[in-house]
């Protein structure tokens, strides 16, 4: 029987995994003795867990990250060759969505091995659910510049994405900069532009709230240093 690379999803934060993950999902990471993961530590703890029922350290890590490289890569799937699954770990939501798990399953798809995407949260899809801004149509931005007059810049050009063709505008920050790219948003932005925010979706602190920028200057900003937040803007 041909092995399979299964993309399984991580919950975004804390520790209650039965309301994010369907019982199906921890049941086939019994089918994997091998995982491709980012960060080792966290991906051991996700899997003590969830239940699963290999001995850890007789399970087989591959580490995926900015530092790995190309030609490393190109071995991670070799279990598959043996009929084995092979699963794919996000470190916290979905994999391959703002994750750097693309790289492994564009190699399952060039060498023809089936790729099978599991169900569950995804903090960029909850906040646009939530938002009540145009889901029809809309675009992720991932990280925009740390310079300030560049940031600006880049936050102008999103919003006349907004005006022009009412497409939502997602994107996040690293969490200690958050504050500065709310203030940016609310100094940058029209009064009128709609500004979600998205903090800590799915945990007990889920913070989700959309404002007009004169709206949100006028309630004050809410406190986002170190809290995983998503950014968007729309009309």
Known sequence: MAGKLILFPVPIGGDDIESVLP?????LLDSCATFIVEELRTARRFLK?????????????????????????AHYLDAVSRGENV????????????????LVTHLAQSRGIEVVPLVGPSSLLLALMGSGLNGQRFAFRGYLPVNASERAKTIRQLEQRVMRDDETQLFIEAPYRNDHMMQSLVETLHPDTLICVACELTMPTQYLRTLSALQWQVQGLPSLNKRNTVFLIGR
Not at 23 to 27: F, T
Not at 54 to 69: G, K, P, Q
Not at 90 to 102: K, N, Q, T, V
């Open 49 to 73: 867990r969830a239940g699963y029922c290999r001995a850890i350290d007789d399970t087989e890590f591959f580490l995926l990250n900015e530092h790995t490289s190309d030609s490393e890569v």
């Open 87 to 102: 699963g794919l770990l996000s470190e916290a939501g979905l994999p391959c969505i703002a994750d750097p798990g693309r």
């Open 23 to 27: 019982a199906a999902n921890k049941a």
